[in-house]
Nanobody, 123 residues
Framework: QVQVVESGGGSVQAGGSLRLSCTVS????????LAWFHQAPGKEREGVAA???????NYADFVQGRFTISKDMVKSTLYLQMNSLKPEDSAMYYC?????????????????WGRGTQVTVSS
């Protein structure tokens, strides 16, 4: 059974940085396409960044130049480095995974999800 577990959320002031981590088990890590989504209260979940199994990356416009998605194949861990954080980045952040080669920011592509980690950015 695939397990997806996020960590690294927290509270930070505007302009600060956080790094989220996500571990994905069961299948060989290199087979997964991976992504980060976020959801703020009262809003729909939206894609933040995606990393296909072949290494291609895709970012939402609102995080371009501020966030970086990467993975460590040895640790089987996905990361989201978030810099220059803004209050509007505050949300629950979810890690998603699926087999295949996608860099999609659509939630409908991914079958495996974590429970989320909260990020709060204060002004």
């Amino acid at each position: 059974q695939v397990q997806v577990v996020e960590s690294g959320g927290g509270s930070v002031q505007a302009g600060g940085s956080l790094r989220l981590s996500c571990t994905v088990s069961y299948y060989t890590f290199s087979r997964y396409s991976l992504a980060w989504f976020h959801q703020a209260p009262g809003k729909e979940r939206e894609g933040v960044a995606a990393l296909a199994s072949d290494g291609s990356r895709n970012y939402a416009d609102f995080v371009q130049g501020r966030f970086t998605i990467s993975k460590d194949m040895v640790k089987s861990t996905l990361y989201l480095q978030m810099n220059s954080l803004k209050p509007e980045d505050s949300a629950m952040y979810y890690c998603a995974a699926d087999l295949g080669n996608y860099d999609s920011l659509s939630e409908y592509v991914y079958n495996y999800w974590g429970r989320g980690t909260q990020v709060t950015v204060s002004s």
